[in-house]
């Protein structure tokens, strides 16, 4: 067994050693680590597609194996009650400032990335950031683990996010909290980001609501599934620690069990002949600041080639980019981060000039030195100075404005 695991671990370090000569922007803080970083990610998903070929797991079954690797359990400290518990029969985590108030205090809720397949509120990176939000703010963070694709496909993360949030969101429960129903703010990351933006617009614009969400806050969020040619990911095809192929494979997992379609979205001709009257909304050629758009020559998808009858294509829910003007008009002050060097770059980027567009107030900050997911590692040994930076960045935002 000794002499299987050091075999194991051999091979492991001669596929890092292969992997970690990928070139990395010149421009990129702590080149080293993040090369080490995208390195152990390159090689996970190689093993992970490996054994999904010789049929010993899924590729997906490796990889969350690999992340739960990472879990915390919820360990309160001297300022903060941390408890795992569950609204509406959804998981959450919850933090709790020690602290005594006078005054209601802020909440914020918080939905993790992961492209839908992978992660959790119990992650090192978010349980830090998630614990200092409320230590530092003395507000209730409501952490969600939203039930996660192959098994529970589109829309199951959003019909958990948005029953947590109206759940959150009612008299007794705010009551029992101790929180201000006027002071709360809905977060998230990649995934999780796309998750806030579509939360955000359905609680804004249901009159049945009484309350309103404050702000939003999208890390690097995903927002569009019409469009596979973007220049972000035209320009980050093969970027750090998420390629453009892995990508469309996990949205692929969490579409449609239908095995043809990642393929249909890495040609772009996975959009159906009615769509067309979408495309405005996500047309980057118009929707991109000229920088962005460089010499790069806008087509639009290529539509009819396929047949999948996949209402999410479509849905609102799963591209919040497709929601018309006077649903936009409605949201809150909304905080958003894009990174240069990641393939969701631009799904932003078009967000922030459609809010700016009908009159939303955004502070937009563009990291030139980011790339996806770099807010996951802020815990040792593995935290990147970018990642904690744009943490306080975060947190100081929340503090100045929920």
């Known amino acids: 067994m000794t002499g299987f695991k050091a075999l194991c671990l051999g091979l492991f370090c001669v596929l890092f050693a292969i992997h970690i000569h990928v070139p990395i922007p010149s421009n990129i803080e702590e080149r080293w680590k993040v090369m080490a970083l995208d390195g152990i990610a390159r090689t996970c998903s ?4 490996c054994l999904e070929h010789i049929g010993i797991m899924k590729y997906e ?3 969350s194996m690999i992340f739960r690797l990472d879990y915390t359990q919820p360990l309160s400290d001297e300022h903060v009650t941390v408890m795992d518990t ?17 005054t209601p205090r802020r909440a914020v809720i918080y939905l993790h990335g992961g492209a839908y397949c992978f992660g959790s509120f119990k992650h090192s990176g978010f349980d830090l950031l998630n614990r200092e939000t409320a230590n530092k703010l003395d507000a209730v963070v409501v952490a969600v683990d939203y039930r996660l694709a192959p098994q529970h496909l589109s829309p199951a993360p959003f019909e958990d996010s948005i029953a947590v949030v109206k759940f959150f969101l009612q008299d007794k429960v705010l009551t ?19 998750l806030a933006a579509a939360v955000t617009q359905q609680v804004q614009n249901d009159l049945e609501m009484k309350h309103k969400i404050k702000i939003q806050a999208l890390f690097y969020p995903s927002l569009q599934i019409i469009d596979s040619y973007l220049p972000s990911l035209r320009e980050n095809e093969n970027g750090i620690i998420v390629t453009r192929d892995i990508a469309i494979k996990l949205l692929g997992l969490y579409l449609s069990e239908d095995k043809t379609l990642p393929e249909a979205m890495r040609k772009n001709q996975h959009m159906p002949l009615e769509s067309r009257h979408l495309f405005k909304y996500v047309n980057w050629s118009i929707l991109l600041p000229k920088k962005y758009r460089k010499d790069h020559v806008y087509n639009e998808p290529i539509l009819g080639r396929t047949n999948f009858s996949l209402p999410a294509l479509m849905d609102v829910r799963e591209s919040p980019l497709l929601a018309s003007d006077s649903q936009l008009q409605n949201l809150p002050l909304t905080y958003i981060v894009t990174c240069q060097h990641d393939i969701l770059r631009d799904d932003g980027l078009m967000y922030v000039s459609r809010l700016q567009n009908v009159g939303v107030q955004v502070v937009h900050e563009h990291i030139e030195n980011g ?22 960045m975060y947190i100081s935002w929340l503090d100045n404005n929920l």
């Open 176 to 194: 029992k909290y101790g929180v201000d129903p006027t002071r709360i703010c809905v977060s998230g990351d990649s995934a999780g980001g796309r």
């Open 46 to 49: 190689f093993v992970g597609r």
């Open 61 to 63: 079954e490796f990889i």
């Open 86 to 102: 569950a609204f509406v029969d959804v998981p959450v985590r919850l933090y709790l400032p020690k602290r005594k108030s006078e």
């Open 371 to 392: 790339f996806h997911g770099v807010l996951s590692y802020i815990t040792p040994p593995t935290y990147l100075h970018l990642g904690l930076r744009i943490k306080d």
